[in-house]
């Protein structure tokens, strides 16, 4: 969780803060905490009832439920297909494993129906959970292509009402390789 705390999220943080040059952030990471992290604020918007002082982060992440083959075999081999279908054969006891996957065609807007349902899914898990107030989720989307300012602002609309519904304060959808953020409530 260090890692991606100070190479992801505070980052992320220090972007998505509203005037960041008049607050200044410390934060704990959590190691047996129910929540991942603890974010203290100091600053003018602090003292005037803008944003609270005290934030308990929640990070999780929505993506494709084997990207870990997919991650597996671009390490081994190189290349992958996203195929919804991949899988290993063998053992790594053996040292006989491998993934496999095949070249398939899809709709155009299967990554963005798919993403839709994952995003969607993690809010709702995580809400199943107690979490100390005020709190952010931030999740993690990995969408199996590029998509389109258009397609991102349709995830929004989509989410936006499971995110509403859920106990937390603010929750935001980050894709960490293009630095995209939304925040759904």
Request: net charge negative.
């Amino acid at each position: 969780m260090c890692g991606v705390w100070l190479n992801v999220v505070e980052p992320f943080l220090r972007r998505a803060l509203p005037a960041f040059d008049f607050i200044q952030l410390a934060y704990d990471i959590a190691d047996n905490h129910p929540y991942d992290a603890r974010v203290s604020l100091r600053g003018s918007e602090v003292e005037m009832g803008d944003i609270e002082s005290v934030y308990y982060v929640e990070v999780t992440s929505a993506v494709f439920e084997r990207e870990h083959l997919e991650r597996e075999a671009l390490a081994q081999d190189g290349s992958v297909f996203h195929d919804p279908n991949i899988h290993h054969v063998g053992s790594r006891h053996k040292g006989d494993r491998r993934i496999v996957s095949h070249a398939t065609a899809e709709d155009g807007d299967t990554p963005l129906k798919e993403l839709q349902g994952r995003v969607i899914s993690a809010i709702e898990t995580k809400d199943s959970h107690t979490y100390k107030k005020p709190s952010i989720l931030i999740v993690r989307a990995e969408p199996s292509r590029p998509l389109a300012l258009s397609e991102w602002s349709s995830l929004v609309a989509t989410t936006s009402p499971v995110a509403h519904a859920s106990q937390f304060n603010v929750v935001v959808v980050v894709e960490w390789y293009s630095s995209i953020a939304f925040r759904l409530k």
